[in-house]
Every structure is written in C-alpha cells, then in structure tokens.
C-alpha cells in the first residue's frame, strides 16, 4: 500500500536532503529535533487537567479528564525517543488525547535517558515508578486493579520489560499491556529492517545508534536489550501491539505476537497500512494516528478487572 499523502511528503522531504542520519547529529540535535517535530500532533487537546508529581524523586506527569473525581482506571505511559531523547514536551498531546478520549488517567514517566545514563538507568526508572504509583494508589488516583502499562518505540519496550520484571517479583501486574512499534531486537535481525531501514525518516541509524548510546557495551542479546527472544512471556496479562507498514520494527513486534500466543499469552496485533514509525505522534497530518489513539482509547477504558 502507499504512504499516506502527508507522511509520504515528508519521507520526499527526508529523501531529497539525502537521507540525514542520527549518527551525525548530536544528542542535543536529536533531542531538540524530536521536540520540534511535536507540532505534527495537531491541536493541544485541552480538555483534560494536568499536573506534575515528584515521587520519591521521580517526576511524573498526571493526565486527568477534566473534573475527576476520585480514583480512575489509569494508563503509566512510557515516552519513545530511541533511549536518548523524548519526554513530557514530545508526547504532550498523545497523553492529553488518550486521557480524554479514554476517560481514564494518564501518568507518564519521566526516565532518565541515555548517553548520560546508559542501561539499566531507564529500565529501573520505570519499575521503580511503576511501583511507587502502585503502593501510592490514593495519592496518584488510581484504580490498582486497572492499570495500563504503554508506550511507544523504545517506551514499548521499557513497558514490556516492567512487565516481566513484576511478573519476577511476584507483587502485582498490570491489567493489560499496549505496545506501539515496540523495538524489541537490539541485533536488528528481521526482514523489515532491510525493506523499511533507510527511506522512512526513523531508519535503522536511527534505532541501532539509540540501542548503542543505552545499553553502551552490552551483548545486543541480552534478555533485557532484546526482549523478543525470552522465554518467560507465560503469566503476562493481554498484550496488544501496534504495528506499522513501513517501519523498520515491524516484523520484530508481530513475531513477538507470535511468540506470546506460543506462550499462552493472549492479546491481538495490528498492522497500520500507509504509516511509518512514530504515526501515533503525527496525529495532525495522519488519518491512523487519529484512527489508532480512538481505538488504544477504547481499548483501555473498557478492560476490566
């Protein structure tokens, strides 16, 4: 299938300034670069309240609908940015949107990223938040038996890994996980990696520079850098993934489907035609992104305990 109009004119644009590669920039270019790309969202959704928490040290940000009361079933929300860059300035408009349309709370964490603090610095941030929003249930609002764990790219997989990390730990777990183009193979092993890797803005420099900068050293098999491999899936709870045509993770998130249903996990797998890795930021030029925060929306207000 094509690219959607407006994605398609800027993989033109990408193209034709010959292909510029993360590689090249530097870690405050990326950074400030992803920051800038946020108009892409469309128009701030405003409503919905938000506010900014420190728990314990980490800083979270809290998305309400507006007037609230009392605790509410709630999405921890993961940004993506490769490991090194994103955050609440990013995905400003994706946590408002989904706490609107959901009608649930949204909280976001803020992890440290790479290549300041190389793994297990983001890994650790987001169990440790995960937690501490768990046993602080009154105070963040929340629904214990309801909680989302999501995100996006590399938030997808800091999700998936906090997931298996509880499952460890044998305290709680989440009532579902949604993961949006989750990177999952730090050895970049799947066919899309090849067809989809240099032409689609987010390319494979991109996601193997990100991968580098994070876990600095570390075998890129390692059950914590690429998550697709493991063998410890059984007792997750309903894992939803995202996938998109033209990315370069694609196949690497529908084998993981493939995986978990091997494993006894169930959940569901869609692919978005005509979209490229990181369409559910460009709900202000693509017609799936508007389409898929609708149905993530739907997905999380009506799982039940």
Known sequence: MALEPEIARLVKEFIDAGRPSSR?????????????????????????????????????????PLNADGPLPTVIYFHGGCFVSGGFATHDNQLRQLAFYSGCRVIAVQYRLAPEHPYPAAHDDAE???????????????????????????????????ALRLKASSDWLPAQLILIYPMLDATAQSP??????????????????????????????????????????????????????????????????????????SGTCQ?????????????????????????IARQISRREE
């Open 128 to 162: 440790r938040a995960a937690n501490l929003i768990w046993q602080h249930a009154e105070l963040t609002g929340v629904i214990r038996q309801r909680i989302t764990l999501a995100g996006d790219s590399a938030g997808a997989h800091i999700a998936l890994i906090t």
């Open 271 to 295: 692919r978005y035609p005509g979209v490229i890795h990181g369409f559910f930021q460009l709900g202000g030029i693509s017609q799936s992104a508007r389409d898929v925060m609708q149905c």
């Open 192 to 265: 899309s990696y090849e067809v989809n890797g240099d032409d689609y803005i987010i390319t494979r420099d991109t996601l193997l520079s990100g991968y580098e900068a994070y876990f600095q050293g570390l075998d890129p098999g390692h059950a914590e850098a690429s998550p697709l491999f493991r063998q410890d899936f059984a007792g997750l709870p309903p894992v939803h993934i995202v996938t998109a045509e033209f990315d370069p993770l694609r196949d690497e998130g529908e084998a993981l489907f493939s995986r978990l249903t091997e494993q006894g996990v």
């Open 24 to 64: 090249l920039q530097s870690i405050e270019e990326r950074r400030a670069g992803y920051i800038a790309s946020a108009v892409l969202a469309g128009e701030t959704e405003w409503r919905v309240s938000t506010e900014d928490l420190e728990l314990e040290g980490l800083t979270l940000r809290v998305v309400s």
